[in-house]
């Protein structure tokens, strides 16, 4: 079936650092993928999306890549800030219609002053 | 914001207590779906519905139910808490491509 792995956590960085944060998927066909934000005591939130290969999802200063090749989907942020300090999900949903959501577990992000 | 809304927001309740956690959504939405979150394990699906009165199981569907007879409205009932129940729980619904749009959540606390 559908999976999404990202890297674990927490990752610590300093305010201003380069971010990267992993995701690999397995899937079948073309599926749309997502990168999803939580704040503290939130529900989570649509960061960026991508839904064809070479697709880039950007938003907020965040990007993502679609590379249907390495079957990844690694999200990346020039120079973070104390405010992006949060939990992101990957995620993945099969092409065609309405469709479950397949989540990855989550990277914590601390972004120290 | 899809005008997602979950009541209670916080609940503590003892083993053996039935629990109803309602879903209510403003903008006529058709896919809804529960998740549970826990502590590495990220989002499981618990159920979801395609419709009114359209339900179906999702990864971890085991001592929950749902209810839904009204577009606006989705209900998870747990019929006899247990501990391993204790989580937080989150509705949400789907648009185009999947992309979904989540509820503040419910923090369940099962004694």
């Known amino acids: 079936g559908d999976s999404v792995t990202q890297m674990e956590g927490p990752v610590t960085l300093s305010e201003e650092a380069f971010l990267t944060i992993n995701c690999t998927y397995t899937?079948?066909?073309?599926?749309?993928l997502f990168w999803y934000v939580q704040y503290p005591g939130e529900g989570l939130q649509l960061l960026l999306k991508?839904?064809?290969?070479?697709d880039k999802g950007s938003n907020k200063g965040f990007e993502a890549t679609y590379r249907k090749e390495t079957t990844s989907f690694h999200l990346e942020k020039g120079s973070v800030q104390v405010s992006d300090s949060a939990v992101y999900f990957c995620?993945?949903?099969?092409?065609?219609?309405?469709?479950?959501?397949?989540f990855g577990t989550g990277t914590k992000l601390q972004v120290i002053p | 914001d899809a005008g997602i809304t979950q009541s209670p927001r916080h609940k503590v309740t003892e083993t053996g207590t039935p629990v109803t956690l309602r879903c209510h959504q403003t903008e006529n939405h058709r896919y809804m779906y529960w998740y549970r979150q826990d502590p590495g394990h990220g989002l499981r699906l618990i159920h979801y519905?395609?419709?009114?009165?359209?339900?179906d199981k999702g990864e971890v569907s085991d001592g929950y139910s749902v209810s839904r007879s009204k577009t606006e409205d989705f209900l998870l009932t747990l019929e006899s808490a247990t501990s391993s129940q204790t989580s937080v729980y989150f509705c949400?619904?789907?648009?185009?491509?999947?992309?979904?749009?989540f509820g503040p959540g419910t923090r369940l606390t099962v004694l």
């Open positions: 519905s395609y419709g009114v009165k359209d339900t």
């Open positions: 899937a079948t066909g073309y599926p749309s």
């Open positions: 949400a619904i789907s648009v185009e491509h999947n992309e979904q749009f």
């Open positions: 991508a839904t064809k290969a070479d």
């Open positions: 995620a993945l949903s099969p092409s065609g219609g309405y469709q479950k959501v397949t």
